[in-house]
């Protein structure tokens, strides 16, 4: 059984930082590309950033510059680093692991970025 557990999300001021975590469980994670994505209200889920089974990283350009994905093959888990939040960045986060069309989804963490 497939399992994404994310973590570490909460509520934090205009400027400030959290760190994400998803620990996978029932896949052989160093194959996977692992991602997150985001959805605010009322908005379509959107890719975030992404980091290959490589180590290759992309990311949305409205987040380029303060986020930063990084992988741990043996711990399981992906992270991400929020720094410079803005309230626009407020959302449910999630992971996402895919390889070879079959993809697998965390329950989503919110983040609020607010004053």
């Known amino acids: 059984q497939v399992q994404l557990v994310e973590s570490g999300g909460g509520l934090v001021q205009p400027g400030g930082s959290l760190r994400l975590s998803c620990a996978a469980s029932?896949?052989?994670?160093?194959?996977?590309?692992m991602y997150w994505y985001r959805q605010a209200p009322g908005k379509e889920r959107e890719l975030v950033a992404g980091?290959?089974?490589?180590?290759?990283?992309n990311y949305a350009d409205s987040v380029k510059g303060r986020f930063t994905i990084s992988r741990d093959n043996a711990k399981n888990t992906v992270y991400l680093q929020m720094n410079s939040l803005k309230p626009e960045d407020t959302a449910v986060y999630y992971c996402?692991?895919?390889?070879?069309?079959?993809?697998?989804w965390g329950q989503g963490t919110q983040v609020t970025v607010s004053s």
């Open positions: 996402n692991a895919n390889r070879n069309q079959r993809s697998y």
């Open positions: 029932g896949v052989i994670f160093n194959m996977y590309a």
């Open positions: 980091i290959t089974s490589g180590g290759s990283t």
